[in-house]
């Protein structure tokens, strides 16, 4: 199973930008879609951002023109650059790759990492 490892993650004032990473172990170009998720203690995951393998992407609205999903698939990383941050968007921040086989959908998840927003 393929393995996600998040980086960038840290403690960034309101109004800041950040740049999380997503390096996946194999080509992600198989994958039918790659996406970013965060969680609060004491909440559900919630879905950040997606872009499927043809570069389609997808946002919540609360990061709506204020984050950016891209992929680079010679590097097989997936990257959240996330500007105008605000509290509210503290958060473990957590790497997905999902693909189909069988008529069945798979997912992997990486370990998170920790972003807080905070002057």
């Known amino acids: 199973q393929v393995q996600l490892v998040e980086s960038g993650g840290g403690l960034v004032r309101p109004g800041g930008s950040l740049n999380v990473s997503c390096a996946a172990s194999?080509?992600?170009?198989?994958?039918?879609?790659m996406g970013w998720y965060r969680q609060v203690p004491g909440k559900q995951r919630e879905l950040v951002a997606t872009?499927?393998?043809?570069?389609?992407?997808n946002y919540a609205d609360s990061v709506k023109g204020r984050f950016t999903v891209s992929r680079d698939n010679v590097k097989n990383t997936v990257y959240l650059q996330m500007n105008s941050l605000k509290p509210e968007d503290t958060a473990i921040y957590y790497c997905?790759?999902?693909?189909?086989?069988?008529?069945?959908?798979?997912?992997?998840w990486g370990q998170g990492t920790q972003v807080t927003v905070s002057s």
């Open positions: 194999e080509s992600i170009s198989s994958f039918n879609a």
């Open positions: 872009i499927t393998s043809s570069g389609s992407t």
């Open positions: 997905n790759a999902a693909w189909t086989f069988r008529f069945r959908t798979y997912n992997s």
